[in-house]
């Protein structure tokens, strides 16, 4: 049982991480509506910047808000997902578990969509998308590994 607490404690120090920098997306994609020519920490140049893509159709709702009618913030899914999952660590129940690999495999397939947007769409590379892509990689990682050890 020790082993699936310390999987649950890295879990939840992923999900802390995933936290940051949703609320800092958050703090980025604010200033841009406030300030037309706020330059961000991410934005190093043409090539490399988050504002392009906060201020794009695909900064809320995923680029999907026509057909899922959700249109918050990317950043504000990504708070309240990685606070669900930190909430959902503490528990040690299957069904949980497995809700958690199979909500976190369906969010996985959305950030290879993103992923292929901002390369092949955007032709742009967002630091802030790239440290969410990798957090959310490193979450689900944990995610099989927390599985495979309480219930295999």
């Known amino acids: 049982m020790e ?52 201020k794009s159709g695909y900064g809320d709702g995923f680029g999907l808000g026509s057909i899922t009618q959700v249109n918050a913030p990317n950043g504000s899914i990504g708070c309240i997902f990685y606070v669900l999952y930190f909430l959902s660590s503490f528990f040690y129940r299957r069904w949980l ?3 958690q690999l199979i909500v976190c495999t369906l969010t996985l397939l959305l950030c290879v969509y993103l992923g292929f947007l901002l390369l092949f769409v955007f032709y742009d590379c967002c630091l802030l998308c790239v440290a969410i892509y990798c957090i959310h990689i490193w979450l689900f990682q944990e995610v099989v590994r927390r599985y495979r050890r309480l219930y295999m």
């Open 97 to 99: 578990c497995l809700a």
């Open 3 to 54: 082993q699936a607490h310390s999987t649950a404690s890295r879990l939840r120090w992923i999900c802390v991480c995933g936290l940051a920098v949703s609320v800092y997306s958050l703090y980025v994609k604010a200033k841009l509506k406030e300030d037309e020519h706020y330059r961000p920490m991410c934005d190093v140049n043409d090539n490399i910047s988050c504002s392009l893509v906060f």
